[in-house]
């Protein structure tokens, strides 16, 4: 199993601009959420989905959108990005039955 | 709403001494605690899960106490090694929650 995979690795955005942050998850695991990290700060919850087709907002959704179309996949949209939007972002899963995450390696992103 | 503290930031240490991090969160009504470890500009390892009904994780040098009453998980790491020089966080779930909420992390540094 390659886990959760995330592309890309890094990224520079112009302010205004847009762009998809891409999740895979090959283990079948129904719940997946997208996390920001800033520096020095706890990660922050954007969008989860318990299921495919089904999506909900966490603590700061502002400013990103996300689809659930399959089980495998959870892309994070970022539409008129802005300097806020600077982070680290996270992908993660489990299963329904084990509360435990599993995280993908990150994407960088830098909005200037 | 769950509020999960980590003190201190930064932590350094000698090799060989065990360490102990702290983890505090404000609802005792706490469903399950995880500890992750974070390396330098990666993804987030999970390295133990404590549900509310249990008081202790433990895999191999490294053991996770839960103490809901008073609002504070443990986690101790046995005979420090350089290779446990590496970022740990503490995320906590509420019974009635769907997500984690995490700790700004304690950062550490085993001298060889």
């Known amino acids: 199993n390659a886990g959760v995979t995330q592309t890309p690795k890094f990224r520079i955005l112009k302010i205004g601009q847009s762009m998809t942050l891409q999740c895979t998850q090959d283990?079948?695991?129904?719940?997946m959420y997208w996390y920001r990290q800033d520096p020095g700060m706890g990660l922050k919850l954007i969008y989860y989905?318990?299921?495919?087709?089904?999506?909900d907002k966490g603590e700061v959704p502002n400013g990103y959108n996300v689809s659930r179309s399959t089980t495998e996949d959870f892309p994070l949209r970022l539409e008129l990005a802005a300097p806020s939007q600077t982070s680290v972002y996270f992908c993660?899963?489990?299963?329904?039955?084990?509360?435990?995450?599993?995280f993908g390696p990150g994407t960088r992103l830098t909005v200037t | 709403k769950q509020e999960v503290t980590q003190i201190p930031a930064a932590l350094s240490v000698p090799e060989g001494e065990n360490l102990v991090l702290n983890c505090s969160f404000t609802?005792?009504?706490?469903?399950?605690l995880q500890w992750f470890r974070q390396d330098p500009g990666k993804g987030l390892t999970s390295l133990l899960l404590?549900?509310?009904?249990?008081r202790e994780q433990t895999s191999g040098r490294l053991n996770a106490s839960l103490d809901k009453s008073s609002g504070r998980s443990t986690l101790y790491i046995a005979a420090s090694q350089p290779g446990d020089s590496a970022t740990y966080l503490c995320?906590?779930?509420?019974?009635?929650?769907?997500?984690?909420?995490f700790g700004a992390g304690t950062t550490v540094t085993v001298r060889a």
């Open positions: 404590i549900q509310s009904s249990q």
């Open positions: 283990m079948n695991h129904n719940y």
């Open positions: 609802d005792s009504a706490i469903y399950n």
């Open positions: 989905s318990v299921g495919a087709g089904i999506t």
């Open positions: 995320a906590g779930r509420g019974s009635n929650d769907y997500k984690l909420s």
């Open positions: 993660a899963s489990r299963i329904g039955t084990n509360y435990e995450q599993y």
